[in-house]
Antibody, heavy 122, light 111 residues
């Protein structure tokens, strides 16, 4: 399985960032699909994930501005981040997470496949 | 401030062993949601080193090992190589946040 991010490398302040991650070589079924970013000089920050069925969860610090969607028929999932500022400049990665289930709930596990990352400048 | 706490830096000479800790809470590591470790070299994608506390994906050398006790997990790297110099991150799932969470990262310097 391979992941490839695509989208504009330059976004103006206050505009909306739209990125797409294309999944090749495997099915999207039964996996969580995540977006992670790394700002200059900082660590990895989880942005959010979407289960293949369409259920999404987001980092509470970004929740008011972020939407993640999935299109399994096209093998893609997307990130939309509104009201971009300089603080959102980062390398954005997409990643696959297996799901682990116990009792009546399932949760995302390790991120075993990553895209190469795309640099976004604001 | 990260939900998972790692030391900012560790160092060791070639051939030595280093350990990196990751401390969480009862809603993530302590709740047995699994701890995963990543190696990140600048300019490349992070690489999964350890998943589920102590499991290595195929292709990861057995010089890398993980352990967990209570709310703390650890990554041990034995027989240090120059190529091990990188940032290392722990990650888990937090049930109170319904979110994946990362540690702040640890920079490993090979002296």
């Amino acid at each position: 399985v391979q992941l490839q991010e695509s989208g504009p490398g330059l976004v103006k302040p206050s505009e909306t960032l739209s990125l797409t991650c294309t999944v090749s070589g495997g099915s999207m079924n039964s996996y969580y699909w995540s977006w992670i970013r790394q700002s200059p000089g900082k660590g990895l920050e989880w942005i959010g994930h979407i289960y293949y069925s369409g259920s999404a969860n987001y980092n509470s610090s970004l929740e008011s501005r972020v939407t993640i969607s999935v299109d399994t028929s096209r093998g893609q999932f997307s990130l939309r981040l509104t009201s971009m500022t300089a603080a959102d400049a980062a390398v954005y990665y997409c990643a696959r997470q297996a799901g682990k289930c116990r009792r009546t709930s399932c949760f995302p596990y390790g991120m075993d496949v990553w895209g190469h990352g795309t640099t976004v400048t604001v | 401030q990260s939900v998972l706490t790692q030391p900012p830096s560790v160092s060791g000479a070639p051939g030595q062993t280093v350990t990196i800790s990751c401390t969480g809470s009862s809603s993530n590591i302590g709740a047995d949601y699994g701890v995963h470790w990543y190696q990140h070299h600048p300019g490349t994608a992070p690489k999964l080193l350890i998943y589920g506390g102590d499991n290595r994906p195929s292709g990861v050398p057995d010089r890398f090992s993980g352990s967990q006790s209570g709310i703390t997990a650890s990554l041990a790297i034995t027989d240090l190589h120059a190529g091990d110099e990188a940032h290392y991150y722990c990650q888990s799932y937090d049930s109170s946040l319904s979110a994946s969470v990362f540690g702040g990262g640890t920079k490993l310097t090979v002296l």
